[in-house]
């Protein structure tokens, strides 16, 4: 069917980017910063680097989900930012490790409910 494929369009699949500065000055600090960093991994975030972590999301929807998830888990004291990009986008991420490129991250296998 044409058109068919343009919900696996890399233009319409998402990548959602949570970057932030949390305090770690004492030990409450060091809690919340654990807890905001432990509900970015259950909500499916990797890090990308320290304060630096990425979601695939199929879609904007998806997306818009994860988005109110990190807004909600925000520490007080929190300076956080949220940036989605296309897959289509994030593929063209140059990415090294010292002066030799690796791949960037893959999306994740798809997962198919019958």
Known sequence: MPGSD????????M???AMFDLPVDD???RRLYTRFRKKLVEQGFVMLQYSVYARYCGSEEASETHRK???RSIPPDGRVRILSVTDAQFAKMEVFRGPKR???????EQLALF
Request: proline share 12%.
């Open 27 to 29: 030990k409450v600090a």
């Open 69 to 71: 998830a990190v807004r």
């Open 6 to 13: 343009i919900n696996l369009s890399g233009y319409r699949a």
């Open 102 to 108: 690796v791949p960037a991250e893959a999306p994740p």
């Open 15 to 17: 990548w959602l980017f």
